[in-house]
């Protein structure tokens, strides 16, 4: 495989203002101003880059090895998320005792990661915010490096699902119960994100937030993203009236030819009615790393990927606060 080089990740370096406000000044009003501006700042920290530096790169370090079902590198990611999810306060899902839903296919155990955080009055509906966790594990032959480390794919949309969990426990203003799910056996044929589906009540499932490959630029420039599906139900919409004035803009699926809406986890939910999409950034059609061993954190624009996470805690506001409920899906 040629080796392509790239232009360093920009670093995105965490500036947290100060809420305090060490001197009263004669104008009242303009420092009240100041105050709720300075609140709103610190909200918009609840994701902050270190963290989702931190998580991208352990998630896609060589040590993970490529996080294939079975192997122990799998094991090793499998840890790091649940002990992120005990950090973070999630609980157990259902009659599940444990973060992990186990299952075994092909001869192989494997199990989907599963996080609640509970709604505050309506907790039996559902919002799912989903990336799987697996990838293509170790090149069996050939020289130098042979870790898939599956940094785009999808280290970065579980990089996602950690830091929304994190925003929304702290937010706490989840009307809805928020399930966040690493799904196993992606790149197997969405084996995990078919196992959880046989599993559940769909009607009680309201929207589907799935993130793949949300580390690099796409076409349409900064501060952008696209969305699987636009047209299957009103969900984007939702999203895009959300980001008004945000800066941040939301546009349908680019790549229709390639079916990316049948292609990732959300399809397994989606099938079964739920409004379930997938936001990525990544320029599929030229990207030199999909499913090479060259999908390296470095090769990740770290401010995309934040940003990016910022506008899916925005952009899904009013479908966790229980004001917006997006149209089914048909798939016929
Ligand atoms: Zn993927």
Redesign the pocket.
């Known amino acids: 495989m040629k080796k392509v080089l790239y232009p360093l990740a920009l670093v995105s370096v965490s500036v947290l203002l100060s809420c305090k406000q060490t001197k009263k000044t004669s104008n009242e009003v303009a420092m009240n101003t100041v105050e709720v501006t300075q609140n709103k700042q610190s909200k918009e920290e609840l994701i902050d880059s270190i963290l989702v530096r931190k998580h991208l790169y352990t998630l896609a370090s060589d040590e993970m090895e490529g996080r294939k079902p079975g192997t122990e590198g799998m094991e090793k990611a499998t840890q790091y998320i649940e002990n992120e999810y005990k950090r973070i306060g999630l609980k157990t899902f259902d009659t599940l005792t444990t973060y992990r839903q186990n299952f075994e296919y092909k001869g192989i155990k494997m199990s989907n990661i599963i996080g609640l955080l509970e709604g505050k009055s309506k907790k039996d509906e559902f919002v799912i915010v989903s990336a ?1 966790h697996d990838h293509l594990g170790i090149k069996k032959d050939g020289e130098g490096d042979r870790i898939f480390n ?1 940094a785009n ?2 280290a970065s ?1 579980v990089t996602g699902v950690l830091s929304l969990a994190e925003y929304y426990a702290k937010k706490g203003n989840n009307e809805r119960s928020i399930l966040f799910v690493c799904f196993t056996a ?2 197997m044929g969405l084996i995990g994100s078919e196992y959880f589906g046989k599993g559940i009540d769909a009607s009680k499932f309201v929207a589907g937030i799935n993130l ?2 949300i580390g690099k630029q796409p076409k349409t420039g900064p501060k952008t993203a696209w969305l699987t599906g636009f047209d299957k139900s009103d969900f984007g919409k939702i999203i895009q009236k959300n980001l008004e004035g945000s800066g941040y803009k939301l546009f349908p699926d680019p790549y229709p030819k390639f079916q990316l809406f049948l292609r ?1 986890d959300n399809a397994s939910l989606a099938r079964l009615g739920v409004p379930s999409h997938t936001f990525s950034t990544t320029p599929i059609d030229i990207d030199a790393d999909y499913h090479k061993v060259t999908d390296e954190a470095e090769t990740l624009n770290m401010t995309v990927l934040t940003e990016t996470v910022k506008a899916v805690a925005r952009g899904t506001q009013s479908i966790i606060e229980g004001k917006d409920t997006p149209t089914r899906v048909n798939m016929e």
Do not use: A, Q
């Open positions: 799987h599956g794919d999808d949309g992606e790149e793949e490959l990732s």
